[in-house]
């Protein structure tokens, strides 16, 4: 089966700690991405990757870190400079360079910060 | 920052009517264009793509493009209690560095009522 693998579903940490969220995909994608949702938002765009070893930030990347070593592989860390990391954190991924850009989700990780 | 507004919810139709989501975008480059649905407390599913003008049909589904005005829409035909859900638009990126980045509305929320 293929698909995008998130773990833990939920998540709970004590503020001052870092975390850090795992993706795995085996659907042979170049690209992956981390969105952040918050209760009644949209999905804003922490980092993306379109290949290994290489990331760019997205939208609000600050407090968080990432790490592209394996094209499976996407994990998300984030950091006790993290001012609001309650929220629900999606995976996703794509091919690149086919031009249609069809992104797939994982199941997410609720992490809730107190 | 490419913009991408959805017509503000919730949207209430009863079981049986045509459901219609709409969403404009500012970048008028983009060429591909993306339903996503998403179910309370779940991810984000994506149902429909396209990146023709015109319609596209899928079911009881009809993706609607008009890039001259920047316009795209979902039909749902028949509507069912299980269609109630937040439906996401999606919007690509076909500039540089943020090649293949989606840009995502806030979406809209529908609830289909027996």
């Known amino acids: 089966d293929g698909g995008i693998t998130q773990s833990p579903k939920y998540l709970f940490r004590k503020e001052g700690q870092n975390v850090t969220l795992s993706c795995e995909q085996n659907l042979n994608h170049d690209a992956m991405y981390w969105y952040r949702q918050d209760p009644g938002q949209g999905l804003r765009l922490i980092y993306y990757s379109q290949i290994v070893n290489d990331f760019q930030k997205g939208d609000i990347a600050e407090g968080y870190s990432v790490s592209r070593e394996k094209k499976e592989s996407f994990p998300l860390t984030v950091t006790s400079a993290q001012k609001n990391p309650t929220a629900f954190y999606l995976c996703?991924?794509?091919?690149?360079?086919?031009?249609?850009?069809?992104?797939?989700f994982g199941p997410g990780t609720r992490l809730t910060v107190t | 920052q490419k913009e991408v507004e959805q017509n503000s919810g919730p949207l209430s139709v009863p079981e049986g009517a045509i459901a219609s989501l709409n969403c404009t975008y500012s970048d008028r480059v983009s060429q591909s264009f993306f339903w996503y649905r998403q179910y309370s407390g779940k991810s984000p599913e994506l149902i429909m793509s396209?990146?023709?003008?015109g319609d596209k049909e899928d079911g009881r589904f009809t993706a609607q493009l008009n890039k001259a005005s920047q316009y795209v829409s979902l039909l749902i035909r028949d509507s069912q209690p299980s269609d109630s859900a937040t439906y996401l638009c999606?919007?690509?990126?076909?500039?540089?560095?943020?090649?293949?980045?989606?840009?995502f509305g806030r979406g809209t929320q529908l609830t289909v009522w027996p």
């Open positions: 396209i990146y023709s003008n």
């Open positions: 996703a991924s794509s091919r690149f360079g086919d031009s249609s850009y069809e992104q797939y």
């Open positions: 999606a919007v690509n990126s076909d500039r540089g560095s943020t090649l293949g980045r989606l840009y």
